[in-house]
């Protein structure tokens, strides 16, 4: 069940439509979700709620022209769910490609996600320390 509402977050974030409902959005995450990009390089920051998610699909569009997330693997604990990902796009500016490997830790509550934390580019075992230090 959280893989594939990982899957999910990861898809609307890919969503091309202006706009995703709150209660699409309700199906994946809390109301009260936080999605912590503070260890990325371009706009660093964590957003909150449903607006916070908009926010981030405009950020994502406005750094990058094309953006695609790919799983590499899952490994779960409890409640939280660490994520390895590889990101491919091209940035806005200056077209750079970009096609890098990072984690993400994904914690949930009652079936949906509460909370995100970007760990950037990192190595499996880093991400599994980081993964075993929130718990």
Same mark, same amino acid.
């Given at each position: /069940?959280?893989? &594939?509402? %990982? +899957?999910?977050?990861?898809?609307?974030?890919?969503?091309?439509?202006? #706009?995703? =409902?709150?209660?699409?959005? *309700?199906?994946?995450? *809390?109301?009260? @979700?936080?999605?912590? /990009?503070?260890?990325? $390089?371009?706009?660093?920051?964590?957003?909150?709620?449903?607006?916070?998610?908009? &926010?981030?699909? %405009?950020?994502?569009?406005?750094?990058?022209?094309? @953006? @695609?997330?790919?799983?590499?693997?899952?490994?779960?604990? !409890?409640?939280?769910?660490? $994520? /390895?990902?590889? /990101?491919? !796009?091209?940035?806005?500016?200056?077209?750079?490609? %970009?096609? &890098?490997?990072?984690?993400?830790?994904?914690?949930?509550?009652?079936? +949906? *996600?509460?909370?995100?934390?970007?760990? !950037? =580019?990192?190595?499996?075992? #880093?991400?599994? *320390?980081?993964?075993?230090?929130?718990?």
């Amino acid at each position: /069940m959280k893989h &594939e509402l %990982i +899957r999910r977050a990861y898809a609307l974030a890919d969503d091309p439509r202006e #706009d995703v =409902p709150d209660e699409e959005l *309700a199906e994946v995450y *809390a109301p009260d @979700v936080v999605i912590d /990009m503070s260890a990325r $390089v371009f706009n660093p920051k964590a957003y909150r709620g449903y607006d916070g998610l908009r &926010e981030y699909r %405009i950020d994502l569009r406005e750094t990058w022209d094309e @953006v @695609v997330f790919d799983v590499d693997e899952f490994i779960e604990e !409890g409640d939280r769910v660490l $994520v /390895m990902t590889r /990101m491919r !796009g091209r940035g806005r500016a200056g077209r750079v490609p %970009i096609d &890098e490997r990072g984690a993400g830790i994904w914690t949930f509550r009652d079936d +949906r *996600a509460v909370h995100h934390l970007f760990l !950037g =580019p990192i190595s499996r075992d #880093d991400a599994l *320390a980081a993964l075993r230090a929130q718990s």
